[in-house]
């Protein structure tokens, strides 16, 4: 039986596929409806409080656009970054971005975090996640490399756990999915309290 085959019990307004897998990973079926908005921080706001309103903005976007069209599905939104000494890494334009991002989490310890937001009839849900983690000391040339293989474009922080930038990773405290860009647990319980199955899809 295919992924497409199940009927959908959510929509997630998020085109990334790394949040994809992981609702599959824990058998959610769901469509793909992104939100379209500007996802810039505000000014002084804590990368906690900034994931928690992109998350949830992006489900209210779509749970409002979806008026009217069946199936009637609660809609799941997410957003993750990556902080450092008080300052939130967004995505490398450049080079010379991605250097600079990943020279300051060389051999250091940094934040992941992760907020989770489902909008459907009832009350908004949101959970927020935050991972601590720790890179080696990484070199010039690695991180030049790196941008080479194209996988920092779209990374907030610059790079991929799940990826080619797991190298750069000593240890982590906290949720890897959450790093990855959905912290499952959270999620879960989340999802769970909405009364929307889990471990719908097989293998």
């Known amino acids: 039986m295919t992924l497409e085959s199940f009927t959908p019990v959510l929509c997630l307004a998020s085109a990334s596929p790394r949040r994809r897998e992981l609702l599959w990973q824990i058998g959610v079926p769901h469509l793909v409806q992104p939100a379209d908005l500007d996802e810039r921080c505000a000014p002084q706001e804590s990368a906690a409080d900034y994931v928690a309103r992109l998350a949830l903005s992006k489900a209210k976007a779509v749970h409002a656009a979806r008026q009217g069209i069946t199936p009637a599905l609660p809609v799941l939104g997410a957003d993750t ?17 991605l250097r600079d991002m990943l020279g300051r989490l060389s051999g250091r310890e940094h934040e992941v975090w992760s907020a989770v937001a489902l909008v459907s009839a009832g009350e908004p849900l949101w959970r927020l996640s935050c991972t601590r983690v720790r890179f080696r000391p990484l070199h010039s040339a690695e991180i030049e490399r790196y941008w080479q293989s194209g996988e920092p474009c779209d990374k907030a922080g610059g790079y991929a756990i799940q990826g080619l930038g797991a190298v750069f990773v000593e240890r982590i405290e906290g949720s890897f999915s959450g790093v990855v860009g959905l ?16 471990w719908q899809a097989g293998p």
């Open 81 to 97: 970054t990556v902080s450092i000494d008080g300052l939130i890494l967004g995505k490398p334009a450049d080079l010379a971005q």
């Open 183 to 198: 912290p499952l647990a959270e999620t879960a319980a989340m999802l769970v309290a909405a009364g929307v199955p889990l």
